[in-house]
């Protein structure tokens, strides 16, 4: 069982800049690939960014690439997503995922075994 916990989200004007943290707990933190999905109201969800197990392949949703970045830390088992020029489409909730199945990462929801409780993040126009 792997026990996440996302924090840092919250009210920012557009072009702003937020920082999700995400805690993991329970497992090998290392076992895992890593996963940013956000759901808007009314829309499905949607994968955001990925991070493989060592943390070197990554994979950015186009409309955040050049904007977002992830990161994860080993030694605190944490991972990040640095939100910068934030815009009104980015509102949603964001969830941070893991799942130990995948070559690298995937970006399909269905295969990701653990999820947190959400954060959200509102960007004002």
């Known amino acids: 069982q792997v026990h996440l916990v996302e924090s840092g989200g919250g009210l920012v004007q557009a072009g702003g800049s937020l920082r999700l943290s995400c805690a993991a707990s329970g497992r090998t933190f290392s076992n895992y690939a890593m996963g940013w999905f956000r759901q808007a109201p009314g829309k499905g969800r949607e994968s955001v960014a990925a991070v493989s197990r060592s943390g070197r392949d990554t994979y950015y949703a186009d409309s955040v690439k050049g904007r977002f970045t992830i990161s994860r830390d080993y030694a605190k088992s944490m991972m990040y997503l640095q939100m910068n020029s934030l815009k009104p489409e980015d509102t949603a909730v964001y969830y941070c995922?893991?799942?130990?199945?995948?070559?690298?990462?995937?970006?399909?929801?269905?295969?990701?075994?653990?999820w947190g409780q959400g954060t959200q993040v509102t960007v004002s126009s």
């Open positions: 995922a893991a799942e130990r199945s995948s070559y690298r990462y995937t970006t399909l929801p269905d295969e990701y075994e653990y």
